[in-house]
């Protein structure tokens, strides 16, 4: 007698970085899913495949994975914990799901553990503190660098251009103000002895050198002046 397989979909994730690594992530962790649903006795019946920061609560991919495995009594195959995330607002949402909820790295055909799963969330969001806290320490002393090399380093992080490094780096946005101020300062004491007098030219100067405001803006009169007013 044929054994009726059991009803089951696929959730995999990856991040937003534009790494060859995480570009074929979705790829090796549905194949890993798919080999763990055929041991363990499982019909694929839908793929939900989502590229969104695990530090987000709210994503759309999982919510409507967890809504099919509802619907049809079924459960969701993940590759690993921290696929479902990176952040501890999950716990609530998912308690009530854990039944439908199976990791394939654990090998059993069982759903996790709620302390497990904590732990588990719990780990991914300190590695990911860690990792943006490393990241963020690497750019601040790159900008502390006025130096050609410092500024390419710095474009160089998967960010494309110096001004969408810029614009678009979140640890640009939080930069201590003190700090940033009294670089900025510094540079324009600099330029004021080479004899650039007034706030446009120490501006332009600045802008030419790739140097942003900590917002990713060009200088203009009016931010300077606030600068070197601090």
Sequence with gaps: ???????????????????????????????????????????VGETYRESMSGR?????GLEAA???????????????ADRLGRTMDLIGKLEAHLP????????????????????????????????SQRVAAVHAYLRSQDTDEARASLASWGRGSKDVAWKHSEETRTYNASTF?????????DLHKAGYLTLNEKAAKLNERGHKTRRGSN???????????Y
């Design 1 to 43: 007698m044929e054994k009726t397989l059991k009803p089951s979909c696929i959730y995999v994730r990856r991040s937003l970085s534009s790494s060859t690594k995480q570009q074929n992530s979705l790829k090796v962790g549905e194949a890993i899913c798919r080999q763990w649903a055929d041991r363990n006795g499982y019909e």
């Design 181 to 189: 101020n009294s670089r900025i300062q510094g540079i324009c004491d």
């Design 56 to 60: 987000k609560a709210d994503r759309p």
């Design 100 to 131: 439908r909820i199976r990791i394939a790295s654990m090998g059993e055909d069982k759903s996790p553990d709620f302390l497990m799963l904590s732990m588990q969330l719990l780990i991914s969001t300190m590695e990911s503190r860690a990792n």
């Design 66 to 80: 967890l809504a099919w495995a509802d619907l049809n009594d079924g459960v969701v195959i993940i590759e690993k």
């Design 219 to 229: 200088f203009t009169k009016q931010t300077l002046y606030r600068i070197l007013k």
